[in-house]
């Protein structure tokens, strides 16, 4: 009985069973025909549902503040007819505390501009329910137009799919039509039997006659369907134990057809005129019917009502569902079939069958509208998901950093892959938010960076390729700002004064005109000469010299072109040499896209505005008075956002088990945070959030990675991002492996390519032992955080168990909370829940205190950095060169002195040598340069000079990437 299982079904009447009582006395009873049939009083019934349903609808809203069903109805034209149903259903939304809005349009509206309104109520989140008033006028396709509702919203049940559900003996409608399910209701509230029953429905129209149909076959009718050409239509209403008149033809039916005691329930409603008067009559001749019938609809009265009382029931019905959609978040297992020896990781993925990303986005709770696919296994996570789920509470935040890494990498985005899998395993939901890796490392030395075995983030090609274009559209933002800088220096150098004011400050009908990109260009001098910036008729030479030069300091110049290729012969390069330059060539370098600053922007924004803004403040060089000037001045920086409005959504993967992944940006760990970005974690806090109607312990867990070690990533990742963010980490995770604490105990050198030394290969405790200082160490950094730690040990064939016991006992002493050897590389999540409980485990203790940051941004640039190299490193002292004494004076002049700092430093040592392993001592760090991020927000000392342009070696890894005649990537690792 598809009415009684909806989620309504207790908004039953209580006085059921008196009626149910009167009715069996009367029943199909022959006797009793003379008697006036009783009334269906489909009047009173619908103001009980709709008391009812108005009372679940305050329930719901009491619980959610959130809650607020909607219903939409689209009226074409002013029929008289349509215009008093319109004004019914919007009585009963408004008693019922359903929102309603009303779109009239005219008669001469189009299909197409209609259908294009359908879709925007479609794709509306604040729209539950949408209602197509018919009839339409005749230049529109009824059947085109209400085929175009989205089945969840087609409150009328008309759609194909919820008819076709219905028509179907196995499947349940998402809504029922409207006027059947009152059919329904009328029938069951007044408990007349259906089951062996003969129904005979006279009409089959989609509305009414089918559906009814379908409803009385599911509960057992036998059903007879007539129509226009039905024969002997008498004879067949003659047998029937309840007829349904849907024909549309005033007093069609008579007495005399009918079987003493039937049920009949007239839907027709027809105008007729009668003595001069319009009166409303139904499709049975009401004076002999009711006179033969057991049960009798009036009309008006009888059936009508109850479609309005039923079409609130829906619009219900559909708020509530697309409610239990958002907060869902089921996400399912992707089982995988393990091989020992594990296969190589581009076999894995091939083997694996992914979910389509629609699925994990529908798992996830995200709707259809909020995503924007790329093919079938990527999507682009749009900016409005954040909005409508901004109101929830965040999950747990989780930052995977490591201890100090071999040149192998100790495996962090495996291990963040095999967490988030293991955490679905414990019935919890995880989601993985990892930077986009650069095409550099990916053909150059290193690989890709989409975990590995069992543990991974897929496709991998698509992964460590170009995903969604994010580093192109980061490497056209950055390169447009260059040569807006470098071409603006070459017009102020060749123009005059005249000529810069007539083409920046154009006069249109005599009125100046500020172009939109340079407003706040205008706004600055104005207020710093006095001037009103509304005022443009009245503006002083001096003004709009001031305004048009900038002056720029071509030995000031900071930002270099980016491309995302392990180039290094474009480590310097001259520029300008054709003559159309005028001979005003300029020494310059690229960057890899990675580590521009428009990268930094993507990964620490906010939101769009958010973004906007940082690119404004980007400073690209100082005037000759050593001024800053900024992406603003240049009036560029709008467009760059243009270029960016698609990069800041984040990308929504999987893992190899269909986790939620999400990947967005990619800076540089070495001179920039080496996050992923702050909007994808903000996102995925949210959508792993509670509501506040739901438990705290529902709520999931986000695991986000800070590229290298705790005195790197992890100290950046609290310092900048956390702190630009706002968001606070429930616990870290440091990853260890065997090998790497070996090397820092004193193992023989790692050299990648070479054979791995039998140190590596073989039990050794004492090497371990010695190793476990550095683990240590990044513990104690994480303490000063005040946040919890877990050591993953990231396991390999080689280790032995005794090995790990050492490690375990060491960092438990020193105060984390567990360290667990993972397995997932070789097992997948399976291979990870012990870390995955150890971590849960974390985020569950009551931390006293709460999180802290290491230092105040109100202190002067050079105790910041003393204070990251004392606490972090273990340094005795920091040592500024003069020139970084200068940088930082000119920093303090132009007010940046309260950014945080972003250390430029290697992530093969605690300190700023590559060379000191394990728990360095005794050592100064000599901050050489120091460089400005003012958009990104932070200001980078370097520690040594930082190659901002990898190079290929000898061998790179393009060497084994290949691609088959049938399309197949080879080699890609
Ligand atoms: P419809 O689309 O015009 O369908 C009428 C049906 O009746 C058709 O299947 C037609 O057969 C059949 N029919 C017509 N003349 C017949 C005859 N002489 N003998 C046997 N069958 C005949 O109408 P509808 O939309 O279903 O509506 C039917 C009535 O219900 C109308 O009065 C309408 O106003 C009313 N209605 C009321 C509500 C409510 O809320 N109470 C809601 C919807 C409709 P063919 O298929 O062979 O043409």
Same mark, same amino acid.
Request: with cysteine; proline share 5%.
């Given at each position: ?22 009715? =069996? ?46 219903? #939409? ?188 005691? #039937? ?70 297992? =992707? ?78 985005? /495996?291990?963040? #892959? ?23 490392? *990916? ?136 003559? /159309? ?17 428009? $990268? ?185 955080? =005040? ?50 409980? #150890? ?5 569950? *203790? ?83 340069? $120091? ?43």
């Amino acid at each position: 009985m598809i009415v009684s299982n909806l989620f309504w079904s207790r908004l039953v009447l209580k006085n059921a069973s008196q009626v149910k009582r009167k009715i =069996n006395e009367r029943l199909f009873s022959h006797s009793s025909f003379l008697k006036a049939a009783n009334i269906l009083d489909g009047k009173q019934l619908s103001r009980k549902m709709q008391n009812s349903v108005a009372e679940e609808v305050e329930r719901l809203k009491r619980m959610d503040e959130k809650y607020h069903p909607s219903l #939409a109805i689209v009226q074409v034209g002013k029929r008289e007819d349509s215009n008093v149903y319109v004004r019914m259903k919007e009585r009963a939304a408004k008693k019922i505390g359903i929102a309603y809005k009303h779109y009239a349009f005219p008669d001469s509206i189009s299909q197409s501009t209609l259908l294009r309104e359908v879709r925007k109520l479609n794709n509306d989140q604040s729209v539950h329910g949408i209602l197509v008033q018919l009839p339409l006028p005749r230049h529109l396709n009824e059947k085109t137009v209400t085929e175009s509702i989205l089945a969840e919203k087609d409150v009328d049940g008309f759609g194909a799919v919820n008819i076709g559900m219905l028509a179907k003996n196995t499947s349940t409608p998402i809504h029922v039509p409207c006027t059947p399910m009152g059919v329904m209701e009328l029938l069951h509230q007044y408990s007349i039997p259906i089951a062996g029953k003969n129904a005979v429905i006279l009409g089959r129209s989609d509305i009414v006659g089918n559906p009814v149909s379908y409803l009385l076959r599911q509960e057992n009718a036998t059903v007879t369907v007539c129509h226009s050409h039905t024969e002997n239509l008498p004879e067949q209403i003659a047998k029937a134990d309840i007829l349904v008149a849907a024909l549309g033809k005033p007093e069609f039916v008579r007495g005399e057809w009918l079987k003493p005691g #039937a049920v009949v329930i007239d839907v027709g409603i027809n105008a007729i005129h009668h003595n001069g008067k319009r009166t409303l009559v139904g499709d049975v001749h009401y004076p002999s019917v009711s006179q033969v019938a057991g049960y009798i609809t009036p009309v008006p009265g009888g059936v009508g009502p109850m479609t309005v009382a039923m079409l609130m029931c829906n619009t219900v019905k559909a708020a509530e569902l697309l409610r239990n959609k958002s907060i869902l978040r089921k996400v399912s297992i =992707n089982e995988i079939a393990l091989k020992d020896p594990v296969p190589s990781d581009i076999e894995i993925t091939k083997s694996q069958e992914l979910k389509k990303i629609t699925t994990v986005a529908k798992e996830l709770g995200i709707h259809e509208t909020e995503i924007e696919t790329y093919g079938h296994y990527k999507a682009k996570v749009d900016m409005k998901l954040y909005e409508r789920l901004k109101h929830r509470n965040d999950g747990h935040y989780i930052v995977v950093s490591g201890i100090t890494p071999t040149p192998f990498g100790e495996g962090k985005s /495996t291990v963040v #892959a095999g967490l988030v899998q293991a955490i679905g395993h414990l019935g919890k939901l995880g989601i993985a938010c990892v930077r986009q890796p650069s095409q550099g490392p *990916t053909f150059g030395v290193k690989g890709g960076a989409a975990g590995g075995g069992y543990a991974q983030f897929v496709p991998m090609d698509d992964f460590n390729l170009h995903m969604t274009g994010d580093i192109h559209a980061v490497t056209a933002a950055n390169n447009l700002l260059v040569a807006a800088l470098e071409t603006r220096m070459f017009h102020e150098s060749t123009q005059s004064d005249a000529a810069l004011i007539r083409r920046l400050l154009p006069l249109k009908d005599g009125r100046r005109v500020i172009p939109k990109g340079l407003l706040q260009r205008w706004n600055k001098i104005c207020n710093n000469l006095g001037h009103d910036p509304s005022e443009l008729e009245n503006v002083s030479q001096e003004l709009l010299e001031k305004f048009v030069r900038l002056n720029i300091d071509p030995e000031t110049i900071t930002s270099n072109r980016v491309l995302d290729v392990n180039d290094r012969f474009l480590r310097e390069i001259e520029l300008g040499l054709a003559c /159309t330059e005028k001979g005003r060539s300029r020494k310059t370098s690229f960057d890899i896209s990675v580590a521009s600053e428009c $990268m930094s922007i993507l990964a620490l924004s906010n939101d769009l505005k958010d973004m906007r803004h940082r690119l404004t403040n980007m400073v690209i060089a100082n005037d000759k008075k050593g001024d800053p000037v900024t992406a603003g001045d240049l009036g560029v920086a709008g467009a760059m956002a243009v270029l960016l409005k698609d990069a800041i959504k984040p990308n929504l993967m999987q893992t190899l088990e269909g986790t939620p992944v999400l990947v967005h940006a990619g800076p540089f760990a070495n001179i920039s945070i080496g996050a992923s970005s702050t909007i994808a974690d903000k996102v995925g806090l949210k959508l792993a959030g509670t509501e506040s109607f739901e438990n705290a312990d529902k709520a999931g867990y986000v695991v986000t990675e800070a590229g290298f070690a705790s005195d790197m990533g992890m100290e950046k990742f609290f310092n900048i991002k956390c702190r630009s963010s706002g968001l606070k980490p429930s616990a870290v995770v440091l990853v260890a492996t065997v090998k790497a604490l070996k090397l820092h105990g004193g193992g023989p050198e790692l050299k990648p390519g070479a054979p791995l030394p039998d140190e590596y290969l073989l039990e050794n405790l004492d090497l371990v032992r010695r190793g476990c200082a550095n683990m240590v160490q990044h513990i104690r950094n994480s303490q000063k955080f =005040n946040v919890p730690v877990v050591i993953a040990i990231n396991s390999f064939r080689t280790d032995t168990n005794k090995e790990y016991e050492i490690i375990r006992q060491e960092a438990l002493d020193a105060g984390a909370v567990d360290a667990i050897p993972s397995y997932q590389f070789s097992k997948g999540g399976q291979g990870a829940i012990g870390l995955a409980e #150890a971590v849960m485990k974390a985020c569950s *203790t009551p931390n006293e205190g709460g999180f802290k940051f290491l230092y105040d941004t109100k202190a002067p640039i050079e105790e910041k950095i003393t204070t990251i190299a004392k606490e972090m490193y273990g340094a005795k002292g920091v040592e500024f060169s003069p020139l970084a004494e200068r940088r930082m004076k000119d920093f303090k002049r132009q007010g940046y002195e309260r950014l945080p700092i972003c250390m430029a430093k290697t992530q093969y040592s605690l300190s700023h040598d590559p060379k000191l392993l394990n728990v360095p001592k005794d050592f100064v760090v000599p901050i050489r340069d $120091m460089r400005l991020n003012a958009g990104a927000g932070f200001i980078y000392p370097l520690t040594a000079k930082i190659q901002t342009i990898p190079g290929l070696p000898t061998a790179p890894a393009y060497l084994n990437i290949n691609l088959t005649d049938d399309g197949e990537i080879l080699g890609l690792s």
